[in-house]
């Protein structure tokens, strides 16, 4: 009996002090990085009640600062050129030039080493080194004084056979792709000194990118992807003058792209098959193909016919004969029945830099005998003439983002109609402005389609006729091309 | 000891009722807490003392004012048509503004018409700031309910908007909430965002100038 509870309390013991020592080794240590103008100091950071802590002696001795590590008085002073900054292990209080400055969080002393929480840097030594220290909250990585930093954004996209990663860079960058196919990933080195990402990684996966993630640990910027087995091929394309950078993961290997480990200069990015009747297509690399409504929000109805089946199949057949006519990539919004709000719709265009968005509808009159087809612009000012700040906008709001491009919408509804009413005789197709969610923010050429009237018995036997449909987007498609290739260069 | 001499039924008894009575005991002081929060929670705050009466939306003796209301027609050009209602001049502008929507709720007498808004659609809130915009909240079924399509939709917010800033001059953009709160489109279509009068969708001539004739 005294022998098994002898024993309980030696596991429970053995247990706890195993608990006990290994906490700090997990929470220790992950690589921190302060970029200065011309050096890069890569520090081992620590994590202590949960906030990030630098060892203050590496730093100081980077800068080049004068020090006196007072192990009598306990303090820790850095001399500046007129100035002198003192420190007292467990104490948010810190003193420069006499004047007391608290901290968040304090001031740790862990046998000959002094650590600094974060805001130390901004708050204390910045005054003595003369130097500001900018931190993205969440990173692990500080940029000091006038260290050019170039942002990153990225965003990744689902484009059916292949996935699109988009790499919006704040101004020019070199960027090298490394594909490692053996370890399952490709890594694209970022050729820039201080890369600021607004994101650590992306949240992102599907069934070709398991994960991204930005590395700067070893001061070589660089994007970590995970691929899955799938991924045949990755393809880099750049745009906007080395600003954007369109990675894009393939299922299949496509004829055209060669077994190159770095490829600067590929091909546009295209997802159709190479088809020998193609016309190519100047101005118009990506068209944006919206199916409107979806998911828990049908749009107009007639029985179990639904306007959001409507419009995706009437936005699969319109892709195909996009493509079947121009080389120019063809994007759905949605290509499943998801709800989506009309802002996401539109940054699907907008991330895809595309040329031309179409969003497709179908129409509902109370009037059963109403034709109910249109082609919708945005209209212009819908708010009525604000009076414009003195001085002028500083920034625009998103929903003037229809403004630069309202000639070239114009024109192109203007080809639609004629295409339309051509291919549909007896069918009128005006061209109508309305304040339309979809087409506000659209910083390209973009235009609504309605077409039909569910409230009709006989439009919805046309609508649903895959005669009819193919008809329909053919003429689309026949407008699109003639906007491409001479309407906007 | 005498615990130890204890026959070893006895003793494990003992040890499960302590066990039973100390879990009880815990039962019992949280009862207490709960009565005690019970009390604590019996405020008088049942009733909401700030409740307005309703106030009449005119007067008896309010003269008669002709407005004309804009509803969905099913003319091929224009996607709305005006018809004429008499409504009452009452002194507040924003129960003339109710007084107009409520005619638009209530649907067109001409049978070439079409009302605008779904049924069962009730007008909740009117709001007009110094600025001339006017915050109109219907309840959620104005969403919910709308049968769809770009067009219809967009005859649905001009209704509304057109009604509104025709026959108030003082008014120049209209807010649509819907359910107390801002939503992107109405369903889908038409952004929800200030909006002003739009007569070119309409068979109706701008008024003439004449300045605040109200």
Request: hydrophobic share 40%.
């Amino acid at each position: 009996m005294r022998r098994i509870v002898t024993g309980v309390v030696l596991a429970i013991l053995a247990t706890a002090i195993l608990l006990f020592y290994s906490r700090p080794l997990s929470a220790a240590d992950t690589d921190f990085l302060i970029y200065f103008e011309n050096s890069t100091l890569a520090l081992k950071s620590q994590t202590i009640d949960r906030t990030v802590y630098l060892p203050l002696q590496d730093i100081v001795r980077h800068l080049g600062l004068a020090s006196t590590d007072a192990t009598g008085s306990l303090t820790f002073t850095i001399q500046g050129q007129n100035s002198r900054l003192v420190l007292t292990p467990g104490s948010g209080f810190i003193s420069y030039n006499d004047q007391p400055i608290l901290l968040q969080n304090p001031i740790r002393r862990e046998g000959n080493q002094w650590l600094v929480p974060l805001d130390f840097l901004s708050q204390g030594l910045s005054r003595v080194a003369g130097l500001e220290f900018r931190y993205r909250p969440g990173s692990r990585r500080m940029f000091a004084g006038r260290v050019a930093t170039t942002e990153l954004a990225m965003n990744a996209q689902s484009l059916g056979a292949l996935t699109r990663l988009t790499l919006r860079a704040g101004s020019p960058i070199d960027v090298e792709l490394q594909k490692e196919t053996a370890q399952r990933r490709a890594v694209i080195v970022l050729k820039a000194k201080a890369i600021d990402p607004a994101r650590e990684r992306l949240e992102y996966k599907d069934a070709l990118i398991q994960s991204v993630a930005f590395d700067d640990a070893d001061g070589m910027p660089r994007l970590v992807i995970a691929i899955a087995d799938d991924v045949r091929d990755v393809r880099l394309t750049s745009s906007d003058g080395n600003r954007v950078y369109f990675v894009d993961f393939v299922r299949e290997i496509a004829t055209e792209a060669g077994p190159t480990t770095a490829v600067a200069s590929a091909p546009p990015p295209a997802a159709s098959r190479p088809n020998p009747n193609v016309t190519a297509s100047s101005g118009v690399r990506v068209i944006v193909i919206d199916a409107g409504h979806g998911g828990i929000e049908p749009g107009a109805a007639n029985g179990s016919t639904l306007e959001k089946d409507l419009t995706l199949a009437l936005a699969r057949r319109l892709r195909s004969a996009v493509q079947s006519r121009l080389s120019s990539t063809v994007v759905l919004t949605r290509d499943s029945d998801v709800a989506m709000t009309s802002e996401e719709r539109v940054a699907v265009a907008n991330n895809n830099q595309a040329g031309l968005l179409i969003s497709l509808h179908t129409g509902f009159s109370p009037d059963k005998m109403a034709a109910g087809s249109s082609i919708y612009i945005m209209k212009p000012d819908f708010t009525g003439g604000v009076p414009e700040p003195a001085g002028g906008r500083l920034f625009l709001p998103w929903y003037m983002a229809y403004r630069l491009n309202a000639p070239a919408s114009k024109a192109m509804a203007e080809h639609l109609q004629r295409n339309l009413t051509q291919a549909t005789p007896g069918s009128k197709f005006p061209i109508r402005h309305g304040p339309i969610g979809v087409l506000a923010s659209a910083t390209m050429p973009a235009i609504a389609i309605e077409v039909g009237n569910l409230n009709n018995e006989e439009s919805v036997k046309t609508l649903t006729d895959p005669e009819f449909q193919t008809k329909f987007t053919t003429s689309i498609a026949a407008a699109i091309e003639q906007f491409a290739t001479g309407g906007r260069k | 000891m005498a615990a130890s001499r204890l026959p070893r039924h006895l003793r494990i008894g003992l040890i499960v009722l302590t066990v039973g009575s100390a879990i009880a005991l815990g039962l019992f002081v949280d009862v207490i807490g709960r009565v005690q929060e019970m009390v604590r929670e019996k405020d008088p705050e049942t009733s909401n003392p700030f409740t307005p009466a309703a106030a009449p939306l005119y007067e008896q003796n309010d003269p008669p004012m002709p407005v004309k209301l804009f509803f969905p027609s099913v003319k091929e050009d224009v996607v709305l048509s005006s018809e004429e209602q008499t409504i009452f001049r009452s002194a507040g502008l924003t129960n003339r503004a109710r007084q107009i929507l409520q005619k638009l709720l209530d649907g067109p007498k001409t049978p070439t018409l079409y009302p605008s808004v779904p049924k069962d659609t009730k007008l909740q809130e009117v709001f007009v700031d110094d600025t001339g915009m006017a915050y109109v909240d219907f309840s959620s079924t104005i969403s919910a309910n709308h049968p769809g399509g770009m067009l219809s939709e967009q005859a649905t917010v001009y209704s509304i908007v057109n009604s509104l800033v025709y026959n108030l001059p003082e008014i120049r953009q209209v807010k649509i909430l819907v359910g107390g709160a801002e939503k992107e489109t109405l369903a889908g279509h038409c952004l929800l965002l200030p909006l002003a009068m739009d007569l070119s969708i309409t068979d109706v001539a701008p008024r003439e100038q004449v300045n605040n004739a109200d």
